[in-house]
């Protein structure tokens, strides 16, 4: 690990991983934080590479917690939260037995199905709000807690149902955040028990840590300053890019690509 972290090679994968992910911790959209862990990856293995990312996770979690204060439904969380701890926990009974491609082939194929119906609904304009519906809602916090645990993809879920509730811009994105921030403060715990972080991981995290906040504020900088005509349109296509990227990894995992 000594080699690795005087390695510049290391910096020129980790670097931009952390700004990607802290843009899209600002809320910037979910399509580059699943950038992350494979960019880190081209350097560590994929498992390491989610180890380092997660402390830092973290604090990203704490500016954006701070920066979007005030913007939150709560009736969301209380409806999707418990179905999220719910889904952690299966992730980490199943984790010796439930492979990451498959996971992300299941959640690239339900996502971009979820962006298909959007852009039906836009082109036969019949365009609604959905309304809160609780057993919908726990379903699919439930698959972001487990998709979040097993594979880092717990963004596309959480937005299949949060995204047609029409929120506000900021009350969207503060709502993500609490979300995402107790469901990685959740993960922590079962992490440490599968022994994902030893000494050598945490000083990784601990040196690439100082990006953190400046990439998560400069997405809270763009974000707040983009109007819903914008906002909306543009979430939906990094919901495209995302369900593409995610089965592409799927595949790419399963046939060993």
């Known amino acids: 690990m000594t080699s690795l972290l005087s390695d510049p090679v290391f910096y020129v994968a980790a670097i931009p991983a952390v700004i990607l992910v802290g843009l899209s911790k600002g809320g910037f959209g979910g399509a580059m934080a699943l950038l992350g862990v494979p960019m880190l990856a081209l350097v560590v293995s994929p498992v390491q590479a989610a180890a380092i990312l997660l402390p830092i996770l973290i604090v990203m979690d704490l500016v954006s917690l701070w920066a979007w204060r005030g913007h939150t439904d709560r009736r969301t969380l209380t409806i999707m939260l418990p179905g999220a701890l719910v889904g952690i926990a299966i992730g980490w009974a199943t984790a010796a037995v439930v492979t990451e491609g498959h996971v992300r082939l299941i959640v690239g194929l339900v996502t971009f199905a979820f962006f298909l119906r959007w852009v039906f609904e836009k082109v036969a304009g019949r365009e609604h709000i959905a309304r809160q519906n609780r057993p919908r809602g726990t379903f699919w916090g439930a698959v972001a807690g487990f998709t979040s645990f097993v594979a880092h993809a717990g963004g596309p879920p959480y937005q299949v149902y949060a995204l047609p509730l029409g929120h506000d811009p900021r009350i969207y994105t503060g709502t993500s955040v609490v979300f995402f921030a107790i469901v990685n403060a959740v993960k922590l715990v079962p992490y440490f028990a599968l022994g994902q972080f030893d000494r050598s991981n945490l000083t990784a995290s601990l040196i690439l840590i100082p990006l953190a906040p400046l990439a998560t504020l400069a997405g809270v900088w763009i974000v707040k300053r983009m109007k819903p005509a914008v906002f909306y349109p543009f979430m939906y296509v ?17 046939m060993g690509w």
Do not use: P, T
């Not at 990094?238 to 399963?254: E, Q, T």
């Open 238 to 254: 990094m919901v495209l890019i995302v369900s593409l990227k995610l089965m592409y990894d799927g595949v790419s995992d399963l």
